[in-house]
């Protein structure tokens, strides 16, 4: 039988599910990576300063933070479609705002209004498409929310280099966001809402519509607080909630690539090259792991995924700080605060400078990484290594070029931060928040997704404000081990906590959690073969 059904039409469903997953997570990725493109550009146009940029940066992360605070009524509330949609227009409104921006205190409510549209967005979405979605198809459609997130950041970049050179190119970077959110909220309108016994009886998409988030009167109510208490064992779920959106950030992902420019440079590529390499080429690694993430999600697991991906991650990262105990990584993110009076020739925009090479950094001192010298005398100064200061080649420290016999170590370092983006896009990516969307009831699923998601954000914001004083504390090298440290500790959690729901409904994955709180026990190989659907008949009136 036909199990995506709506209205005479037959199999559109599934194709629109996946628009919205697809185009969800490519708004999200977008938005999130555009600021890398922008951020010279708008530091020339309004001479912000380090901090500037660093508020500039932060305030999607604190809208997304807002967010995830009162997202979760607002699901629970009006619905996950009419959360989708509003979340769209909210991020229309913060388009515009940053591209008819005049002033910092505009970018700064555009940036905050983005976060909080793309936060609410993001949850809301998957969601709705898992409780649309059967067993057979929810970890595919949920996952393409992930793998929309890397195609998102890799538009963003592609749509940077194009702009780069262009007058005012920031404010179409920040515009172009708007369209795949308008081409979501199109596919949205031809989706049904959904009804509470489909989603939680049988997990099939409704035939004829329906409000998803209206609860059936003889289902139990949920409060807030029931999320940390022992009935139906909804501590449980929120000890597994919060473990994995913890686990995902303290791992260390974000600060990880934030060397991957310095990496592609030890092995030989120069000037723009490794940053080109370190964006694109990163980029196209996760998708590619996200794309076979979503083909063994539903054939092999999802806790599956998660233990290969933190072992895989562990290891990784483990043998990056190995390795940079012997081949130190002095360069890192170091913040561009250049006064608009003195602009620098060959900068993004200045016809002097080739397309697709960038300018050199300005060097640091090695006593404060984040603090860039800001003397006139000294930021003239070519880097250490560097014979000619007009070249635009980015050299790592020492010379020109690697020594040969480090050759071998820099190469493994290259490939233990590819294994790395693997093994985050195959577990802790698409995984987390497949997981999330499936162990909490529907009453209560989007307060509680969004309670999680707000650890997620702050997470992210500490893991980022603290990387620096960490790397001061302790050095590099042994942050990346701690990192390792946090990853095994993760694989630990996750072989302890976290369920198998594959192939299981939704109605299943709830009754198996208020049976037991040790969710080990049922964590069980389910095969879906012995999953039963039914056609549902819901009322175009309810």
Known sequence: PCHF???????????LCASVSLLGGLTFGYELAVISGALLPLQLDFGLSCSQQELLVGSLLLGALLASLVGGCLIDRYGRKQAILGSNLVLLAGSLSLGLAGSLAWLLLGRSVAGFAISLSSMACCIHVSELAGPRQRGVLVSLYEAGITVGVLLSYALNYALAGAPRGWRHMFGWAAAPALLQSLSLLFLPAGTVRAAARKDLIP???GEATKLDPGRPRYAFVDLFRARDNMRGRTVVGLGLVLFQQLTGQPNVLAYASTIFRSVGFRGGSSAVLA???????????????????DRAGRRALLLAGSALMALSVSGLGLVSFAVPLHSGPACLAVPNATRLSGLPGDPSLPRGLAPPLPPTTNQSPRRPILSTSERTRPPPGAEDPTALSLTPPGGLSPAPEHALLHWTALVCMMVFVSAFSIGFGPVTWLVLSEIYPVEIRGRAFAFCNSFNWAANLFISLSFLDL?????????????????????????????????????DIDQQFQKRWFPLSFGHRQSSAGVQYSRIEVSAAS
Request: aromatic fraction near 12%; charge should be positive; glycine fraction near 16%.
């Open 471 to 507: 790397i001061g504390a302790i050095g590099l090298s042994w942050t990346f081990l701690l990192y390792g440290l946090t990853a095994v500790f993760g694989l630990g959690f996750i072989y302890l906590f976290v369920p198998e729901t594959k192939g299981q409904s939704l109605a």
């Open 5 to 15: 059904c709506f209205s005479g039409r037959p199999s559109l469903l599934l194709p």
């Open 279 to 297: 964006s694109v080429g990163l980029g196209a690694v996760k998708v590619a792991a996200t794309l076979t993430a979503m083909g063994l999600v």
């Open 207 to 209: 035939l004829q519509g």
